[in-house]
């Protein structure tokens, strides 16, 4: 909970993993750390999100704020039946077909931005640069944003993403709402034109989802619809942002991978497994249940550190070191089970995309300044990374078949 710890919680979730894979903490508080337990629990029907029963009991007041009463009807913060008739829905909309579709869409807005970031005179902010108007770029896109309105998403998201956070003080709760209220009448009003005008967009998509009947209400479409946008683009900048770092970090990696874009898949899960953008989740227990040899009681309150499972030696030998070419890698980082993130292959495919183009342009590119950790607890990203950009490198063949050196492929 310090500062220091929120910059860097690695070395606390290894003092914690001491005392075993769950660790109670509180009467009825619970942390898990182990990757097993934390993988078994979310996929547990007997454990599921705080629900407007419990917000009431711990939250007093919060139907008052426009950024938890937004958050709170969405899938994020809903069960079942609510949770799985919204899932449904939103997973018909967020296709398979429509995320492949995209590739050429997240090449186009990546290039565009290694072009501005090459005409700058000196270092620039890798976070401002690119890992934040990438994602919002590529989730506007598909939920049919017109592009001039693009910079105003960056500060609601960023706004709204403090209630995603396990606490909050009363100015950011503010700011929050503020962002909240401002995004919920920009997409009321896209709804109303996507109603007169249909297009091939995700909003169009759900949209008719809640016009088909009644399946979708109003406050759960604009709910989703601002779900889809702040965890679209706050988890993928985060991404970006420790992805690279630890890019910079291995240069020998990070050079293999700018000859072998192949490589992308299996580098960008260790990635998420080595500084995952989203480091804890929360649970509430319905029923008796015994992980770790612990007995959590019916209501307890479990802290699932999805950071800390990643890091789980018993799961992934020397998990504190970074290894692309590590077999058989399955993150935590974007959940598992009913409430597995909706948007992971997006982003997975942004970053895939993006780190072998980002490496090839620019072979010069290394840390310029100190970096700037955010002091979050949840979402775990930079909110300053310097860079030097350095000559764009001379067009790369990459052959098909990698040379034996290059190491098997992850």
Known sequence: MSPEGRVDPYPTYERLRAHGPVVQAGPVF??????????????????????????????????????????????????????????????????????????????????????????????????????????????????????????????????????????????????????????????????ATRRRAPADDLTTALVQAHDGGDRLSGDELLANLIVLLVAGFETTTNLLGNGLVALLEHPRAAAALAEHPEFAPGYVDELLRYDSPVQLTSRMSTAPARYGDVDLPPESWVIVMLGAANRDPRRYPEPARFDPWRPQVHPLSFGAGPHYCLGAALARLEAQVAFPLLLRRLPGLAVAGRPERRVRLTLRGHATLPVRVGREASPVTVPGTPPGAAGPTP
Do not use: K
């Not at 100015?171 to 503020?178: C, F, H, M, Q, T």
């Open 30 to 191: 619970f942390a898990v750390t182990g990757y097993a337990e934390a993988d078994a629990i979310l996929r547990d029907a007997r454990f599921g999100v705080m629900d407007d029963a419990l917000r009431d009991q711990f939250m007093p007041g919060w139907r008052e704020s426009p950024a938890i009463l937004s958050i709170s009807r969405s899938m994020l913060r809903t069960n079942p039946p609510d949770h799985s008739r919204m899932r449904r829905l939103a997973a018909g909309a967020f296709t398979p077909r429509r995320i492949a579709a995209m590739r050429d869409v997240v090449q186009a807005q990546a290039d565009e931005l290694i072009d501005a970031m090459l005409a700058a005179e000196g270092p620039v902010d890798f976070m401002a640069a690119f890992a934040y108007p990438l994602p919002v770029g590529v989730i506007c896109a598909l939920l049919g944003v017109p592009a001039a309105d693009r910079p105003l998403f960056r500060r609601w998201a960023t706004d709204l993403t403090g209630v995603l956070e396990p606490e909050i003080t009363e100015e950011e709760l503010a700011v929050a709402d503020r962002g909240a209220s401002e995004l919920r009448a920009y997409f009321t009003e896209l709804v």
